[in-house]
T-cell receptor
Framework: QKEVEQDPGPLSVPEGAIVSLNCTYS??????FMWYRQYSRKGPELLMY????GNKEDGRFTAQVDKSSKYISLFIRDSQPSDSATYLC????????????FGAGTRLAVHP | DTAVSQTPKYLVTQMGNDKSIKCEQN?????MYWYKQDSKKFLKIMFS???????INETVPNRFSPKSPDKAHLNLHINSLELGDSAVYFC???????????????FGQGTRLTVV
């Protein structure tokens, strides 16, 4: 079993839809949770960052962390074709030197 | 004004060859990483250096040897390339330990390696 599980999709939604992306994890030591967006043939770029449990909002994006359930989510409101990309969740224990543990990535297509 | 830059962007080579990938960051970070992304998009860490010192070395064949001449550069040399080495290799950087920012890694554009 992988430390981080993420449904690879693909997920196809119409423009304007609310998108929900999720990851589950097994290591309760993870404290820092991130979402990266990766466009085709590009490097991942950090989208959202959350420490421990709770919600964080940034424009159309909301990240949620539920440590009790070992479950994290990314919501995209009013999705746009420009949101079409692969979304990777990542997490780490924090403290000291960290290695990010990534999910497999969910491929999202937002069609006009 | 590129933050993390890798060269080359594409690399096609024959089995058995030796090749190098270079990485440079101008963010002032002191920790750099090499990640491998396989054909299924799964991204996995290979190495990490902090101020030229190796701090993370995952289970990677010893044909892969990272070298960090200074904290702004981290190169990856691969000996005796195999078909299974075909992947996209990403360099990344972040600030040092004991800071929240150390968990926020910035990635380069990747080097697409194809071994034929």
């Amino acid at each position: 079993q992988k430390e981080v599980e993420q449904d690879p999709g693909p997920l196809s939604v119409p423009e304007g839809a609310i998108v929900s992306l999720n990851c589950t994890y097994s290591n309760s030591a993870f404290q820092y949770f991130m979402w990266y967006r990766q466009y085709s043939r590009k490097g991942p770029e950090l989208l959202m960052y959350t420490y421990s449990s709770g919600n964080k909002e940034d424009g159309r994006f909301t990240a949620q962390v539920d440590k009790s359930s070992k479950y994290i989510s990314l919501f995209i409101r009013d999705s746009q074709p420009s949101d079409s990309a692969t979304y990777l969740c990542a997490m780490t224990k924090g403290g000291g030197y960290n290695k990010l543990i990534f999910g497999a990535g969910t491929r999202l297509a937002v069609h006009p | 004004d590129t933050a993390v830059s890798q060269t080359p962007k594409y690399l096609v080579t024959q089995m058995g060859n030796d090749k190098s990938i270079k990485c440079e960051q101008n963010l002032g970070h002191d920790t750099m990483y090499w990640y491998k992304q396989d054909s299924k998009k799964f991204l996995k860490i290979m190495f990490s250096y902090n101020n030229k010192e190796l701090i993370i070395n995952e289970t990677v064949p010893n044909r892969f040897s990272p070298k960090s001449p200074d904290k702004a550069h981290l190169n990856l040399h691969i000996n005796s390339l195999e078909l299974g080495d075909s992947a996209v290799y990403f360099c990344a950087s972040s600030l040092g330990k004991n800071r929240r920012a150390s968990t926020e890694a910035f990635f380069g554009q990747g080097t697409r390696l194809t071994v034929v």
